[in-house]
C-alpha cells in the first residue's frame, strides 16, 4: 500500500452486524483518516471491524488494513489500545 495522507477526508463504511447483508450499512465520514482509523479500531467490534471499508481518495482500505495503520509507527494520534 502506498504511504497514506492520514490528514484526508475519509468515509467509513460498515454494517453493525459485520459481514450480514440485513443490517443497513452505516456511512460515516470523518475530516481526516487519522479520526476513521482511531474510531473503526477503538469503536467497532472485532467482528465488525473486519467487515468495514475505508476511502481515502482512491484507496479502499480494508479492516484488517485499518487495524494495522492503526498499530503503525506513523499513526498520529493518541492510542486507547
Partial sequence: METLD???EAVLFF???GKRKNYPLTIRRFGRACE???FAAEELSPMVLKGCTMEVGDHH???NEIFE???SSE???????
Avoid: D, H, M, V
Fill in 6 to 8: 492520514f490528514n484526508a
Fill in 69 to 71: 495503520l492503526y498499530q
Fill in 15 to 17: 454494517r453493525q452486524s
Fill in 61 to 63: 482500505i480494508k479492516g
Fill in 36 to 38: 476513521a482509523i482511531l
Fill in 75 to 81: 499513526f498520529p494520534l493518541k492510542k486507547l489500545r
